[in-house]
C-alpha cells in the first residue's frame, strides 16, 4: 500500500472546517479555575446582597 500524501498548508482540514486553534494566539486567554472562581465569587455576591436587603427567603 501507498502512503497518503500529508497537506500541511492548515487551511483547511480533511472535513472541509478552518483550522481556527491556530489563528486564536492574539485572543484573551483566561484559566478555567479563575472563570469558576469568579462565577462563585458573584453568586456569592448576589445572596449577600439579596440577604442585606431582606429578599432571601
Not at 6 to 21: D, E, F, H, K
Request: aromatic share 8%.
Amino acid at each position: 500500500m501507498g502512503k497518503k500524501k500529508q497537506s500541511n498548508n492548515g487551511l483547511m482540514s480533511s472535513a472541509g472546517l478552518m483550522r481556527y486553534y491556530e489563528e486564536d494566539k492574539r485572543a484573551i486567554h483566561l484559566d478555567p479555575k479563575a472563570v469558576i472562581v469568579f462565577g462563585l465569587l458573584c453568586g456569592l455576591a448576589v445572596i449577600l446582597l439579596s440577604a442585606s436587603y431582606g429578599t432571601w427567603p
